[in-house]
């Protein structure tokens, strides 16, 4: 009988975010549960001939942004205090807090965006695999408190047409 495969979660790896700064100033959060989620769409043009879709055709339309979602359970909801050697916190970072001198990765002007590596640990430590979405903006982040766990979901759109999924 053949070995069943192991499924490897974000309970198996961890989040960097990285802002535009050079160096870019990073983020480091070790995912012990979590959930990730994205959506790629392609918008394509239907063309008729006077309603028929036999006598018709497709062609490519606009570029699409992927959407993306993710959660995972947190301690703390603000990490930063008074001292400026304290490091950064998951949902300052998020939000894009003042006095986080995070820079955005878009140009000037543009909605802040950040770049979000997550690394998906193989539990055999054979093939850990990496997925980096650029100029992510978020969209909506929701925060619960829990007896057991706090529990940070966000959700957003990476402006390109792809992702980058590595084995590291």
Known sequence: MPN????????????VIKDGSTPPQT???LLDEGDLSWTHKQHTIEVKD????AQGHTRPGDDESTSLTFSAKWTQLIGKSHSSADP??????LMFQQGTNL????????QNTLTLEFTVSDPAGVANEKIVFSKVYRESLTMSEGEKANLIAFSGRSFSTALTITRV
């Open 50 to 53: 006077r309603g028929s879709i």
């Open 103 to 110: 820079q955005s990765t878009s140009q000037p002007g543009e």
């Open 27 to 29: 983020l480091t959060v």
């Open 4 to 15: 069943a495969p192991v499924i490897r979660t974000l309970r198996d790896g961890e989040l």
């Open 88 to 93: 950064l916190a998951l949902y300052e970072t």
